[in-house]
């Protein structure tokens, strides 16, 4: 079964805009969130983390907000760039060693100049 | 460069042959992770260490996968006689290991495996 879901594939938009990525999970014992952003051949790079004791975390262009109840997180990137045009993978983790993290299938960011 | 750093990159190896990949982590670094990466798919994890001692096996890792981290620095994983279904991105990742701390982990370039 699937924990971690991205269920939008791709998504295009143009430079200065927002760009949303959404992502949903269904294990209520996940308490660590982290968005990795991935070019063709190479590893995943790490992006932005939040903790469930948190709602939002912002670092520069990138938010991530975080909505226990709906079990759902976005990470937000504005203005958008065409350097961010990249895949990004939702993670998740259990506990605070988080030793395991599991991803969702992530989601093509095309961004337009 | 002191980041995750993983040999060899690529690998075409033919079915029924074994392949060893290398990762070495960040220094100091006390924790390493395996994971395998699949077409569409996101990552998925196999094992990881602490220090030396290989704490958990995800049963995606079958007996013809073994993984090592012999002094705790280096890490290697190796498939014997390797199938079709072998063939993904092998990646590897690391985190300081403080004990009760919400760590991020750091993935290496991976190690893109096809088997033929």
């Known amino acids: 079964d699937q924990q971690v879901k991205q269920n939008s594939p791709s998504l295009s938009v143009q430079e200065g805009r927002i760009s949303i990525l959404n992502c949903d999970y269904t294990?209520?014992?996940?308490?660590?969130f982290l968005w990795y952003k991935k070019y063709p051949a190479e590893g995943p790079t790490f992006l932005i983390s939040?903790?469930?004791?948190?709602d939002k975390n912002e670092d520069g262009r990138f938010t991530v907000f975080l909505n226990k109840s709906a079990k759902h997180l976005s990470l937000h990137i504005v203005p958008s760039q065409p350097g961010d045009s990249a895949v990004y993978f939702c993670?998740?983790?259990?506990?605070?060693?988080?030793?395991?993290?599991?991803f969702g299938k992530g989601t093509l960011l095309t961004v337009n100049p | 460069d002191t980041g995750v750093s993983q040999d060899p990159r690529h690998k075409i190896t033919k079915r029924g042959q074994n392949v060893t990949f290398r990762c070495d982590p960040i220094?100091?670094?006390?924790?390493l992770y395996w994971y395998r990466q699949t077409l569409g798919q996101g990552p998925e994890f196999l094992t990881y260490?602490?220090?030396?001692?290989?704490?958990?096996k995800s049963r995606l890792l079958s007996d013809r996968f073994s993984a090592e981290r012999p002094k705790g620095s280096f890490s290697t994983l190796e498939i014997q006689r390797t199938e079709q279904g072998d063939s993904a991105m092998y990646l590897c990742?690391?985190?300081?290991?403080?004990?009760?701390?919400?760590?991020?982990?750091?993935f290496g370039p991976g190690t893109r495996l096809l088997v033929l």
């Open positions: 990742a690391s985190s300081p290991g403080v004990a009760g701390a919400i760590e991020t982990q750091y």
């Open positions: 993670a998740a983790s259990v506990g605070g060693s988080n030793y395991k993290l599991t």
């Open positions: 294990n209520s014992m996940f308490d660590y």
């Open positions: 939040i903790s469930s004791i948190k």
């Open positions: 220094s100091e670094h006390n924790r």
């Open positions: 260490f602490q220090n030396e001692a290989q704490l958990e």
